[in-house]
């Protein structure tokens, strides 16, 4: 029997490879242990020659990459009109993309012109029946979902920091193979990549951040987010997309896939469901706290520390043990009811 | 450039879901889940953005029409009214038989079949729905019509002279890659790009009594799932996960405790 062939599509921006990409090929050598594969990356664009060979060194896989002049970054219908001719004849088995804007808009359309199963944000691979699945979250990451590709062939995205990057010391580098192709899109332009949000938030320099939810209710608890925040040196305040969608915090605030990526001493999250759009820009933390009124929240299984209670009743709560935890001041009037 | 026919016709493609706080059980079958009884459903959050976006731009464009549109079973059409109520002009629902996986292939196929001749120039979906968050029905639409597509858009301007729509994606890293797509088109409408208003009472009135284009999923075509959903089940801790007992003073103290050994607090 020949190997089946896995395709890895790489991400990259400004002739630089972008390090989602490994936790993209950290899925393929999943599928690759469960049946034998050969396992290569495509990259597309003007300026594929050193993400290509950082690939072939670092991994010893082989690259192709579809130089194709003019394209400074992700266009969709180039992407998709280029990847059908090419997979045409690679017929893979898997093409596995990131789940990141880009994946979540190249890998349907994808897979609609393969006539190929497509599975988004996939946290594991693993065999039923001798048949293999992807497990995803749905719900706000409160259910898991096993899915099953009915297809030859099936698209699917990884969700950053599922698999597990590994690196090998003496590999032998793979082989680079650039492809020139022209190709103009008919239906759509790009017209270039912009800043849309400033990136000095104080989130990363932080050791501690306080980040708000839909949880928090009103806009007024931001207060309380506040004076939490304060209790701790070297803090931050933070929050999820719909609070900055509310306009409650600032966009600039936002973690998550698309918002800031902090690893912070601690983490507190208040009133935050834990969906994985959220997750990705915060896992990393070193020690995470969770109050959230729901004992099913996702973000509980996350957590080292999980509280289950109202935001708007517990931090004052908390506040208040702190305030009275301390040695009393010279005119301190709060008892020393501590425990 | 080809110039279109005025006038310019819209269509938003909107999902109902359960609320997120909802418990979500687990069937008899261990493929799919239940939701207790009762449950509270709503339209889904990116879709509101949709159907206001949509508003937004029939405003500014004249004679311009809104169609809604919608697949699930009978308590969808709740959904449908409110966007009714937002300012959509007709709703169409596709009637599927029961609550249960549907694979997001044959949602679009449906919608796209339903789509591809009625002349639409732009169609709007969410960017994701909230229970299965899938990301794949706006832009499976888009390809199984041919359309040009952009996902996670956080800003548009439709030109229809021109028969163009410039967009904005949002991308990570706080970048946003800018589009020009031909008409027809279809965008996936990321949350934050408008304020979605309340449906005003007076149209809430009349979309009640508005009878909707309804169809039955069986004569709209019968697309293969390309994929099944096998086995459903709760995710595993990967912390910890301490969980404080006692009242919510007790948990403040113990919370307080914690951070202390841990030198994260004074
Ligand atoms: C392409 C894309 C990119 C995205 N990027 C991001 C991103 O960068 N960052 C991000 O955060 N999201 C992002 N999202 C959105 C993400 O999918 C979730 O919708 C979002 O993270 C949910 O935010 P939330 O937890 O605040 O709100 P919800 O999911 O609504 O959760 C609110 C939580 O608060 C709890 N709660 C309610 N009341 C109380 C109370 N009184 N006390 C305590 N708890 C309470 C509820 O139980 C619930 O768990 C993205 C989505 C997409 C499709
Ligand atoms: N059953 C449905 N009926 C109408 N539109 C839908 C349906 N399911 C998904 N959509 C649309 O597709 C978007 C993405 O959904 P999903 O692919 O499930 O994440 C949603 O925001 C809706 O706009």
């Known amino acids: 029997m020949i190997d089946q062939n896995i395709v890895v599509i790489g991400e990259h921006f400004q002739g630089k490879l972008k390090r989602v990409t490994y936790d993209v090929l950290a899925c393929a050598r999943e599928l690759e242990r469960l049946r034998p594969a050969t396992v290569r990356v495509v990259l597309l664009g003007d300026d594929v020659a050193g993400p290509a060979y950082e690939i072939v060194q670092v991994t010893g896989l082989d690259v192709i990459a579809m130089h194709i002049p003019g394209l400074l970054s992700y266009n969709r219908e180039v992407y998709t009109g280029v990847l059908e001719d090419l997979l045409d004849v690679l017929k893979p088995a898997y093409i596995c993309a990131a789940a990141t804007t880009e994946g979540l808009d190249l890998a349907p359309a994808l897979a609609v012109r393969l006539r190929a199963s497509c599975v988004t944000g996939v946290e594991r691979v693993l065999e039923v029946d001798g048949r293999v699945c992807f497990a995803r979250t749905m719900c706000g990451g409160k259910i898991v979902a096993q899915v099953r590709p009915e297809t030859d062939a099936a698209v699917v995205t990884v969700q950053p920091g599922s698999f597990e990057v590994t690196t090998s010391e003496d590999t032998i580098p793979g082989a680079v193979d650039i492809r020139r192709v022209d190709f103009e899109p008919r239906r759509s332009r790009s017209l270039g990549v912009t800043i849309g949000q400033a990136e000095d938030s104080g989130l990363q320099e932080a050791d501690i951040i306080v980040s708000a939810g839909r949880g928090i209710g009103k806009r007024e608890n931001l207060d309380l987010i506040d004076r939490l925040a304060a209790l701790f040196p070297k803090s931050a305040v933070g929050g999820t997309r719909p609070v900055c969608d509310l306009g409650w915090l600032e966009y600039k605030k936002q973690v998550g896939l698309t918002g800031a990526t902090v690893t912070p001493e601690l983490y507190f999250a208040c009133g935050i469901s834990g969906a994985q759009q959220h997750l990705s820009g915060m896992r990393g933390a070193h020690f995470i706290v969770a109050v959230n009124s729901d004992p099913h929240a996702a973000i509980f299984n996350v957590a080292d520390v999980c509280v289950v209670e109202d935001v708007a009743t517990f931090l004052p709560l908390f506040i208040k043990e702190w305030e009275q935890s301390l040695p009393a001041r010279e005119t301190s009037t709060s008892d020393s009811d501590s425990t | ?266």
């Not at chain 2, 109520?85 to 029961?98: F, K, L, N, R, S």
């Not at chain 2, 292939?105 to 909230?130: C, H, K, P, Q």
Request: net charge negative; aromatic share 4%.
């Open chain 2, 1 to 266: 450039m080809k110039t279109r026919r005025c006038p310019t016709k819209l269509l938003v493609c909107i999902k109902q879901v359960c609320e997120t706080e909802t418990s979500f059980l687990i069937d008899e079958t261990g493929r799919w889940i239940r939701l207790e009884e009762p449950s509270a459903f709503r339209m889904n959050r990116p879709d509101e953005y949709a159907v206001e976006e949509a508003v937004r731009i029939s405003e500014t464009i004249a004679d311009s029409s809104i169609e809604v549109i919608s697949v699930g079973p009978a308590r969808v059409s709740a959904a449908i009214r409110r966007a009714l109520g937002m300012g959509a002009a007709h709703g169409i629902h596709i009637v599927t038989p029961e609550d249960g996986y549907l694979s997001p292939f044959v949602t679009a196929s449906w919608i796209a079949s339903f789509a591809r001749n009625r002349e639409y120039d732009l169609i709007l979906t969410g960017v994701m729905s909230e229970d299965e968050m899938q990301g794949q029905v706006g832009s499976m639409i888009a390809e199984l019509l041919g359309m040009p597509c952009a996902t996670s858009t956080v800003s548009e301007r439709l030109l229809p002279e021109t028969g163009t729509v410039r967009v904005e994606r949002e991308i990570e890293g706080g970048l946003r890659d800018a589009l020009e797509l031909r008409l027809p088109a279809v965008l996936t409408i990321q949350t934050g790009i408008n304020e979605p208003r309340y449906p005003s009472l007076s149209k809430l009135l009349r979309a009640n009594k508005y009878e909707l284009e309804t169809i039955d999923s069986r004569s709209i075509g019968d697309p293969e799932p390309p994929e099944q959903v096998i086995r459903v089940s709760y995710p595993e801790h990967t912390r910890a996960g301490l969980v404080l007992n006692g009242t919510g003073q007790e948990k403040a103290a113990h919370l307080l405790r914690i951070l202390r050994e841990r030198s994260l607090i004074q």
